[in-house]
């Protein structure tokens, strides 16, 4: 059984009780989780498993990259006032004139008027660029995405959905080439991709524009073989898994 995540620790399921869907996820044979968290909460009899953070389909390089000097930083989501995107506005006013902020996404009216304001509001205290720029689809959120150099997963990290679920963000980041800067939360350090991103410990804004400092544009880095070698050893061990299960 694939397990995304437990829904009853995500506020809008919640009713669904814990208890009540880790029961009926005891009738799987084997499981593939997102995280290892998930694995030990869930996966009480030591069946077979695998961990699967998400979709590694990697995209080629489309060549996009700014050519003016600034390092361009993304956040790239919902404008949900609870997801993160404010912070990532208020993030620009503690960079300085060698950074970029670019802001991409999906919202209600309500919310993405609040973002607006933002933006419009911390650029008047910031030398650091702030861009506002919608929603994007398809090959031109790809393009887009791929012109950045850092990719923003800012979230609440004492949510409890924190420690069974896996943020999809990050890795949309990563197949795209881009190096990430996160909040510290058990789900990322404990994965295959740790070593991959730059962590922060608070959410306040200040505390991720130093975090984003800390990144050094000049050294070697290369999500997209990593991930490519992280899909070929999962493709491998799912082949083992399933003869296992089966002859067991």
Do not use: W
């Amino acid at each position: 059984m694939l397990t995304e995540e437990l829904y009853s620790t995500i506020p809008k399921f919640s009713g669904i009780g814990v208890g009540k869907e880790i029961n009926y996820l005891h009738k799987s044979d084997a499981f593939i989780f997102p995280t290892i968290l998930l694995n030990d909460a869930v996966n009480l009899q030591n069946k077979l498993y695998l961990i699967l953070h998400g979709m590694y389909n990697v995209e080629k390089d489309r060549k996009t990259k700014f050519n003016d000097g600034k390092i361009h930083v993304l956040y790239a989501g919902t404008f949900n006032h609870t997801k993160g995107g404010a912070t990532a506005v208020a993030v620009a006013e503690f960079l300085d004139e060698r950074y970029c902020m670019h802001i991409i996404g999906f919202g209600s009216k309500e919310d993405t008027q609040v973002i607006v304001d933002k933006v419009n509001s911390i650029q008047l205290k910031t030398k650091c660029i702030i861009h506002f720029d919608g929603l994007k689809k398809g090959e031109e959120y790809i393009k887009y995405i791929q012109s950045c150099d850092i990719g923003l997963s800012p979230q609440n990290p004492t949510e409890a959905y924190n420690d069974s679920s896996f943020p999809s963000k990050v890795l949309s980041y990563l197949c795209n080439g881009l190096r990430v800067a996160s909040v510290k939360i058990k789900a990322l350090q404990t994965s295959a991709i740790s070593d991959m991103l730059t962590y922060y410990e608070s959410s306040e804004p200040k505390a991720i524009a130093d975090a984003i400092k800390t990144i050094d544009m000049s050294k070697k880095y290369d999500s997209r073989s990593f991930l490519l070698e992280l899909n070929h050893s999962f493709s491998k061990s799912l082949i083992q898994l399933i003869n296992c299960a089966y002859k067991c």
